[in-house]
């Protein structure tokens, strides 16, 4: 029987001050799989309330999840200058030497798919393979209009931009979101390095999008523009109920078993 009750979190100290909540679960002895979650998603929510880290821990594996800056028990400035794509990936890097990890597999869905493409690049000697789920190419949020977010969270006024109404919404409707922090994200990642076909990591990838999902071709451009990319449709899902896919999971955990550890 394995004991996958979520633990408290412990706290990495990044290099700007920024405390960085992560979760571990499983003996350390075993190969890791770092999980990194979506936009106002948490690592519990993302990753232990929909079984992958049940499942990961009954495939032998050292699970470490972590709550993104922003987000969860995290710190959550609201200072867009403490957000990027460079900076969320440092942060991955950080937690692994506070774990004094080595290699690891990763699996990151949206948002921490985009922070995986570009950690992968990065620190290629760090992470050995990848899912990346839910991941489109470019930056998903350039059409978020930050001024009807501002005022959505100055005086509830709803956005009537439909895209920045369904993100603002999800988000508020998350307990302990902090909006401002959200908002600061979405305004320091604009202008940054985002996939695209041109810049794909060399390691073995598995990418994943729901078949309801609007982003799903510009996926599997994203699988077939890699060295070693594998595309994994998950049947009857948007970007939004994907993690909780039964599919997906055992697609995603066999892909890794199949990696070298």
Known sequence: MHNSAAPEPRRVMAA????????EFG???????????????????????????????????HVIAIDQRGHGASDKPH????YSMQILAEDVLTVLDAFLLGEVQFAGY???????WKAAREYPDRI???????????????????????????????????LTATYVQMAAGIPNNDLSALLALVEGMRDG?????GNAPSQQLLFATGSDDRIVEKSRALSAASP???????????????PTSREFRAAAIEFLAEQPN
Do not use: C
Request: proline share 6%; no cysteine.
């Open 128 to 162: 050995t393979a990848a899912v990346l789920g839910g991941i489109p190419d470019g930056d998903p949020l350039t059409r978020f209009r930050v001024d009807q977010a501002r005022e959505f969270i100055a005086n509830g006024e709803a956005p009537d931009d439909r």
């Open 79 to 82: 200072d867009p200058r403490r």
């Open 193 to 197: 390095e985002q996939p695209n076909v």
């Open 228 to 242: 070693h990319g594998t595309f994994f449709e998950i049947p009857g899902r948007n970007h939004f109920n994907a």
């Open 16 to 23: 700007d001050g920024v405390a960085i909540a992560t979760y």
């Open 27 to 61: 003996d350390p002895d075993a190969s890791t799989v770092l999980l990194v979650h979506g936009f106002a998603s948490s690592a519990l929510g993302n990753w232990h309330l929909t079984g992958w880290v049940r499942d990961l821990l009954r495939a032998g594996r």
């Open 110 to 116: 949206s948002l921490g798919a985009r922070v995986g």
